[in-house]
RNA sequence: GGCGCUAUCGUCUAAGGGUUAGGACAAGGCCCUCUCAAGGCUUAAAUAGGGGUUCGAAUCCCCUUAGCGCUACCA
């Protein structure tokens, strides 16, 4: 039975490389028919934010990730608690009393050898340790990490493969801090055995902390899950992706903001640091759950590729309108609806599904919609330069007798692509024009833009009492 | 400093002993075309460096270099 969990320490927004994190357990759960498992891990309570808790509910919910179980680690303290005294009891951890270091001194053994533990506290006798810890004296429980033996711990990534590190360079980590509450180490362990959790999928700066973890499930008697670390998202520079350097980029609510298509980023994601091993680039949510597996999962890191004048990854801009071409004018229509009513224009149900196959290839997210489409729902045009309404190799007058000849043509054609396509044609060998020529003052006259979609589906749609106003207002412009 | 991990076009990646090292994004060009898109074709662009092993190495081994991670009573 598959059980995998996504384990975020509500201390800041919901991150992409989380979002991916959550996305790669989600895919693996969905694949085998398990359970995926939500789990804040908020033991430090220092830190915590209920406005973080929100944002990653936000950044989820939008992403449209769901899962099957639901806890909060401070729900579980006692349990932890009593995992790290049985660990004691056992004899394989011990307490240590050296009173707290200031955190302002704490560059961590900078330039000398590894800290591994302090000895006196280490083999302090049962008799003293209890004596003192009854009299009341603060202490941390420290996991004592077995030394003798040269012991060499190891497991087997299913990404990074066999693992293994000498507990000569594994320092006594600490399980219980001396506010009694557990460190990270002790509840993500405990919860992880106590969740029957059977795959632990997560990023790769976990990669080391693994040794402890295969250290404390031991000592938990209990058989370590199996692990998969995944390569971690890093910035241009190199530099893991952080708010402070990086600024919203690394929010997933900043994609959702620009117009992104939850499955669209969804897919982004997902190729960064997996690959489906074919050359398929656009997954749908259904193909990435038939064949998201760890073989397909890279172990170098993989950048984000951004800069202060694309703050958005190209790549991620092409799968979203890969995205969007790919969805049937109705679920499109539905989706552009909020986009442009929220740009202030009424719209219509009816007249947004002509609207929509017209604009569904000219757009690369929903947010470019208004522009788009702005003179479909605009009572009157934006002001625009007539210099606009003259066609190459053409003149002013060239394009009055074009905007002439247009409206008489349209004031009796029939408003259909095919009946304006003959119609117009026919008026530009009258007036012995090249069509584009007809066409382009026609087009800025009715749309107020050189750039626009097909011009007789873009007549047809408007109809003809939008138009002919429209060329009139043009006419007089170009006086 | 110690320990661990990683290294293919600018970026995401494929190839896991034998390929002209493939694809995608981005960039350039051409075609299509009523503009813009979309689409098609195309050009440029990579195995970090050095040693091995092998008939043959991007691929396996070692060293160097670089990057990242861990080295907290953070997660």
Not at 349 to 377: C, G, H, M, S
Request: hydrophobic share 40%; glycine share 6%; charged share 25%.
């Amino acid at each position: 039975m598959v059980r995998v969990r996504f384990a975020p320490s509500p201390t800041g927004y919901l991150h992409i490389g989380s979002a991916r994190t959550f996305i790669f357990n989600w895919l693996f759960a969905r694949r085998h028919g398990g359970t995926m498992i939500l789990r804040l891990d908020d033991t430090d309570v220092e830190r915590n934010t209920q406005a973080s808790v929100d944002s990653i509910f936000d950044g989820l919910k939008w992403l449209d990730l769901s899962w099957d179980e639901y806890y909060r680690q401070s729900d579980r303290l006692q349990m932890h608690t009593e995992a790290a005294e049985a660990i004691l009891a056992k004899g394989l951890a011990y307490r240590d009393f050296t009173p707290m270091t200031q955190p302002s001194d704490d560059k961590p053994n900078e330039g000398g050898a590894a800290w591994l533990c302090n000895p006196e506290m280490r083999e302090l006798s049962k008799d003293e340790s209890d004596r003192r810890a009854a009299a009341g004296e603060p202490y941390v429980i420290r996991y004592r990490v077995p030394r003798d033996a040269g012991r060499v711990v190891t497991f087997t990534d299913e990404v990074y493969g066999e693992q293994s590190k000498s507990t000569a360079d594994i320092e006594d980590f600490a399980l219980l801090r001396s506010n009694g509450l557990p460190t990270y180490h002790m509840a993500s362990c405990a919860d992880d055995a106590d969740l029957r959790i059977s795959h632990i999928i997560r990023g790769q700066d976990h990669l080391t902390n693994t040794f402890k973890h295969v250290l404390i499930f031991e000592a938990l008697g209990y058989e370590p899950p199996k692990f998969a670390h995944l390569p971690l998202l890093i910035a241009p520079d190199g530099a893991k992706l952080s708010k402070r350097r990086h600024g919203p980029v690394v929010s997933v609510t900043t994609y959702r903001d620009a117009g992104f298509l939850a499955q669209a980023y969804v897919n982004f994601l997902c190729l960064l640091g997996w690959s489906p091993k074919d050359d398929r680039e656009k997954l749908s949510r259904e193909e990435l759950v038939a064949v998201f597996g760890f073989e397909g999962v890279n172990r170098s890191n993989a950048v984000v590729n951004f800069s202060d004048e694309d703050p958005i990854d190209a790549k991620a801009l092409w799968l979203n309108s890969q995205h969007l071409y790919a969805m049937t004018i109705q679920e499109l229509a539905a989706a552009l609806k909020p986009v442009l009513e929220g740009a202030g224009y009424t719209v219509e149900d009816d007249y947004l599904l002509k609207v929509a196959p017209l604009i569904q290839e000219r757009i690369k997210t929903l947010n470019d919609a208004p522009a788009v489409a702005d003179f479909f729902f605009l009572t009157e045009l934006a002001p625009y330069d007539p210099a606009e309404l003259i066609p190459q190799k053409g003149d002013a007058a060239m394009a009055a007798r074009a905007l002439d000849m247009a409206v008489s043509t349209l004031e009796t054609a029939e408003f259909t692509h095919d009946g304006l396509d003959a119609a117009l044609r026919a008026a530009a060998v009258e007036l012995g024009v090249k069509a584009g020529q007809m066409f382009q003052p026609i087009r800025v006259a009715v749309c107020g833009r050189k750039n626009a979609p097909p011009l007789f589906e873009t007549l047809e749609v408007l109809g003809r009492d939008v138009c002919l106003p429209r060329i009139r207002r043009a006419i007089e412009l170009l006086k």
